[in-house]
């Protein structure tokens, strides 16, 4: 379901923020992993549209038209043409050197820009580990991904997108040297 939030306490699954009250929100029914009956996970919906594309889907049509619900029925439609797109969730500095990119499985060295994945499983969202930036065109198999790294990763600035960007558009074979 579309609604706008009856009060402003209830955090977004995708972003882990709060969705202000009266905000329209997306919420998505599931069985109570706790017990009986049902549970309903709430997200922004630029949240419910990155990251749960099948169901915003099906329920955007039931909300009043607007160009910003067009938009994210476009951004719905990306995710599900490109499977791995809503798996995408920012990007950030690598912390530590330990990690191994899931696309060429090379470690991520520290203070290299990765793109952190998320992976929706048992209602849901669990970290799935990261890829190169200069790694995400194999990987998502789309460059248009600034969107979302936008939307994840509020803290980046202009000139951080811009790096991003620029390592994306590069690949790997510009990476880690
Ligand atoms: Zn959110
Ligand atoms: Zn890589």
Same mark, same amino acid.
């Given at each position: 379901?579309?609604?706008?939030?009856?009060?402003?306490?209830?955090?977004?699954?995708?972003?882990?923020?709060?969705?202000?009250?009266? /905000?329209?929100?997306?919420? /998505?029914?599931? =069985?109570?992993?706790?017990?009986?009956?049902?549970?309903?996970?709430?997200?922004?919906? %630029?949240?419910?549209?990155?990251?749960?594309? *099948?169901?915003?889907? /099906?329920?955007?049509?039931?909300?009043?038209?607007?160009?910003?619900?067009?938009?994210?029925?476009?951004?719905?439609?990306?995710?599900?043409?490109?499977?791995?797109?809503?798996?995408?969730?920012?990007?950030?500095?690598?912390?530590?050197?330990?990690?191994?990119?899931?696309?060429?499985?090379?470690?991520?060295?520290?203070?290299?820009?990765?793109?952190?994945?998320?992976?929706?499983?048992?209602?849901?969202?669990? =970290?799935?580990?990261?890829?190169?930036?200069?790694?995400?065109?194999?990987?998502?198999?789309?460059?248009?991904?600034?969107?979302?790294?936008?939307?994840?990763?509020? *803290?980046?600035?202009?000139?951080?997108?811009?790096?991003?960007?620029?390592?994306?558009?590069?690949? %790997?074979?510009?990476?880690?040297?």
């Amino acid at each position: 379901m579309i609604e706008p939030a009856s009060s402003g306490r209830a955090k977004c699954r995708g972003c882990d923020r709060a969705i202000a009250k009266g /905000e329209l929100r997306f919420g /998505e029914r599931q =069985p109570n992993a706790f017990g009986e009956g049902e549970m309903t996970l709430w997200f922004h919906l %630029p949240c419910g549209a990155y990251s749960r594309p *099948e169901p915003f889907l /099906e329920v955007q049509g039931t909300a009043p038209e607007s160009a910003e619900l067009e938009g994210l029925a476009a951004a719905a439609r990306f995710g599900i043409e490109h499977r791995r797109v809503p798996r995408l969730h920012g990007a950030e500095r690598a912390t530590s050197g330990r990690a191994h990119c899931r696309s060429c499985r090379e470690l991520i060295g520290k203070g290299e820009w990765r793109l952190p994945l998320v992976f929706f499983e048992d209602y849901r969202f669990n =970290p799935g580990g990261y890829v190169h930036a200069g790694c995400a065109r194999a990987y998502f198999e789309t460059a248009e991904l600034l969107d979302r790294v936008r939307h994840f990763s509020p *803290e980046l600035r202009d000139a951080d997108l811009g790096e991003i960007a620029a390592a994306i558009a590069a690949g %790997p074979a510009a990476q880690a040297q």
